[in-house]
């Protein structure tokens, strides 16, 4: 294991599971053995977001490594036939803290605030952050959070990669607009990370890596470049998702 931090690094965005039918996979202790090879004290995770997306395995996981895995349930509104309810079950009965959303991969916008409000009124009454995929397509463009996060101003939204390379611009003015949206730079350049600070304070932007797809070494290695300062850097990774979570 790599030297502990000052301080503590929580990973927002990193899936799960070994669903069917794909060649992704990525078990719970393998990712406790990069969680503990690069100091990371906890990460959240989810399942991979294939229509066979499996919380199970995800609430297995976390009960496992309780003092490592913050769970998050993927949720696809389209597929469920009671979303809200199926939310509502992980949230209760297995300790889930979040709300997971893939809308590229679930065959909806972000812009269907109708199909999404049911879920966002669970967060809203748990208090619940939701972290959710944005990219540089037709289905969650960094503009299409702004009805949801309109309508729910007390929802904590993380978004996802912001945009990927070619809408980060996008997604900084979205989240100046909208001061419940953080925005995290998984698969984003170092200069990306450090003109995100500089637009929205060092409170308002969160680390993520995304594994297995991206490496723990490479996220770090590009936060130590975007972030001198110390106490700024301890925010970014670990203190400012800490503080949605309620920590």
């Known amino acids: 294991m790599t030297k502990p931090n000052a301080f503590p690094v929580v ?9 069917w039918g794909t060649r992704e996979r990525q078990t719970a202790t393998e990712l406790v053995k990069k969680m503990d090879a690069n100091a990371i004290e906890k990460a959240v995770v989810f399942c991979f977001p294939y229509r066979n997306y499996d919380n199970e395995y995800t609430a297995r996981a976390s009960q496992e490594f309780a003092d490592r895995l913050i769970p998050f349930a993927m949720i696809a509104p389209t597929y469920e036939d009671n979303p809200k309810d199926t939310f509502r079950r992980y949230v209760e009965e297995k300790g889930f ?9 679930h065959d909806y916008k972000m812009t269907k605030t109708g199909l999404l409000k049911p879920l966002f009124e669970l967060c809203e009454q748990y208090r619940l952050p939701v972290v959710a995929y944005s990219g540089d397509e037709i289905y969650s463009d960094p503009l299409h959070f702004i009805d949801i996060a309109q309508l729910f101003p007390k929802v904590n939204i993380v978004m996802l990669h912001s945009g990927h390379m070619l809408q980060i611009s996008e997604a900084i003015d979205i989240a100046k607009r909208y001061p419940n949206i953080y925005l995290e730079h998984a698969s984003g350049i170092s200069t990306k990370v450090t003109t995100s600070i500089e637009a929205l304070g060092a409170e308002r932007v969160i680390m993520g890596t995304g594994t297995p797809y991206w490496d723990f070494e490479v996220q770090l290695k590009k936060l130590e470049v975007a972030i001198e300062d110390e106490q700024v850097r301890a925010k970014v990774m670990g203190g400012n998702f800490l503080r949605l979570l309620g920590n």
């Open 11 to 19: 990973d927002c965005h990193n899936f799960i599971g070994e669903p």
């Open 97 to 105: 803290q979040g709300l997971a959303l893939y809308a590229a991969a």
